[in-house]
């Protein structure tokens, strides 16, 4: 009896390390698989968020994106089902496969989001502004300096928006807040330089210089009035 006791608890002892090599598999695996989920939940909040700030201005994209959420749900109540059945249900195949369908649907809802937020931006145009004219003017005495400094605040936060693949919350009003601050920069500098007298400063800022028919009488009258003729002299070549 001792001999068959002793064998007893050697085979226990092996089953009990058989046991352990496999929940250190398995401990290996749900290791492995946890950034995916962590990344998985990530990109599903960044999407979500992105869909809602784009559902106002691009429903057809939206709706066209709709059935990868539905599957997304899906996908993840059925992984949530496989981890709640099982001990370390994370760590079966049948949960890997369900991880992985879950990032193909990401993949699909990023294609269609990033397109649609691209395509947003390209259908807003920004409003031609030269800032080469407002920087020369405001350097010729004109005070432009409030439109230089709106013009160029306006296109840095466009610059930000263009460079995100997705929109965050707010973007998209951001975006149209910053076309209207360019669009009355166009308004302001045409009200203050119509476009004979820019077509002049254009000139005098050009290597050969503006010619002597360029200097009408309302150039004449604009640089009076804004006191600053005396900037500009007349110089022959030879």
Known sequence: MMILDRLQQIEARAQTA????GLRQDVTKINRITPRVATLTHSLARLAVSFNE?????QADCAAALPSFHNM?????????????????????????????????????????????????????????DRELLYLLNRSGIDV??????YDKASFGLEVL??????????????QAHLDAL????????????AAIAAFFRQTDSSTGAPLSAL????RAFLDDHNIADRYSIRGRL
């Open 18 to 21: 058989r046991d352990d090599g």
């Open 54 to 58: 784009l559902a106002g201005v691009k």
């Open 73 to 129: 749900h899906t996908v993840l109540t059925q992984m949530m089902r496989l981890s709640q059945a099982q001990q370390l249900g994370g760590a079966t195949t049948e949960f890997a496969e369900k991880i992985g369908a879950a990032e193909r649907a990401i993949k699909t809802l990023e294609g269609i989001l990033g397109g649609a937020w691209t395509d947003y931006r390209n259908e807003h145009h920004r409003s031609a502004v």
């Open 145 to 150: 300096s409030d439109l230089l400094e709106d």
């Open 162 to 175: 263009s460079d995100r693949a997705f929109p965050l919350a707010g973007d998209v009003t951001k975006w």
């Open 183 to 194: 669009r009355r920069v166009a308004e302001g500098l045409s009200g203050v330089v119509p």
């Open 216 to 219: 009408t009488d309302e150039v």
